[in-house]
């Protein structure tokens, strides 16, 4: 198995994850978790990289509540906004 973190491995492996996001299986257990496996692995690969060029391995910052607006609900409420003000203008259009 190949470990290289070549710029083909990184947008694919950023596909793969938005993709198993949007239209994957629902959350599963950790070790089940499709995701999660990818996201592992695009983290091994990454630290390894790292581990090669002398670099630090990337220390992961677990997310918590005084750290602002999740980004999914953001986009999410922009979309609808947006749809209002296309139905809004669509109507007042007419």
Do not use: T
């Amino acid at each position: 198995m190949e470990d290289r973190f070549g710029l083909w491995y990184r947008f694919k492996s950023l596909v793969v994850f938005n993709l198993l996001y949007i239209a994957g299986p629902a959350q599963l257990d950790r070790h089940l978790d499709p995701r999660k496996a990818v996201e592992q692995e695009y983290e091994r690969r990454r630290d390894l990289h790292r581990e090669r060029l002398g670099k630090p391995p990337v220390v992961k910052k677990d997310p918590g509540k005084d750290d602002g607006v999740d980004p999914v609900v953001l986009c999410a409420v922009g979309g609808v906004l947006a749809l209002v003000v296309l139905f809004v203008w669509a109507l007042a259009s007419r």
